[in-house]
């Protein structure tokens, strides 16, 4: 049975990690039989209300929140190592781009958290698969940008460009497809970047995260 890390961003595709490709990506990783340790930073991010899409006047904790998705199995990202996973998966939101990374405000001059570079390149050294859903790519070019990956948001223009100037490829993609870097073991798929919904985003990711586990073998 394979052991998977997954890395959220908080609790909500505004301002943490977006639900859906998160139980989505925790869904076809039970039914896949794969066993997951869920983590997330313990930082925190100003919360957004979800109904007016505007500040709130308050500070939440990163952890505290995507505990609400992992049903409190989750623990501080500072806690785990490479060596106890077989690969690694971030969902995507919008707080991938503001809790996880600075890309949200510095784009391709941005840098991951520390505590999420260090497991990604854990992972990736150790040759194993690792994994971006939606804008979580992000993430993976600004870590791995030396080494030229390839990998996908979807088709906006904009992400992509800010993408290619960290040194990664991008690759459009359809929503219910995926992109794989062999050379570098790297599955990334669009999801809610292209959306429209539910049932859409589904497709890509059952598709992505089959890959990963028969990658993480």
């Not at 991010?45 to 007016?52: G, P, R, S």
Request: include cysteine.
């Amino acid at each position: 049975m394979s052991t998977i890390g997954v890395i959220l961003a908080g609790c909500g595709n505004i301002d943490g990690a977006e639900i859906h490709e998160s139980v989505l990506t925790l869904l076809y990783l039970a039914q896949a039989g794969a066993k997951t340790r869920i983590y997330a930073p313990d930082v925190s991010f100003e919360a957004v209300n979800f109904l007016t899409k505007k500040p709130m006047g308050e500070r939440r904790g990163v952890l505290v929140e995507a505990a609400r998705i992992a049903r409190s199995n989750i623990k501080d990202v500072a806690t785990a190592k490479g060596a106890d996973l077989d690969a690694l998966i971030l969902p995507g939101g919008n707080g991938v781009a503001k809790n996880l990374c600075d890309f949200a405000a510095r784009g391709a001059g941005g840098s991951a958290h520390p505590e999420v570079a260090r497991l990604i390149r854990e992972v990736h050294d150790a040759g194993r698969p690792v994994g971006a859903i939606c804008i979580a790519p992000v993430v993976l070019a600004l870590v791995l940008g030396a080494k030229k990956p390839r990998l996908t948001i979807g088709n906006d223009m904009g992400t992509a460009q800010a993408i290619e100037k960290t040194g990664a490829v991008h690759v459009n993609c359809p929503v219910d497809d995926i992109v794989v870097d062999e050379r570098l073991n790297l599955v990334t798929t669009p999801a809610y970047m292209l959306g429209p919904g539910i049932a859409d985003v589904a497709k890509g990711i059952e598709k992505f995260v089959v890959e990963i586990v028969r990658r993480a073998g």
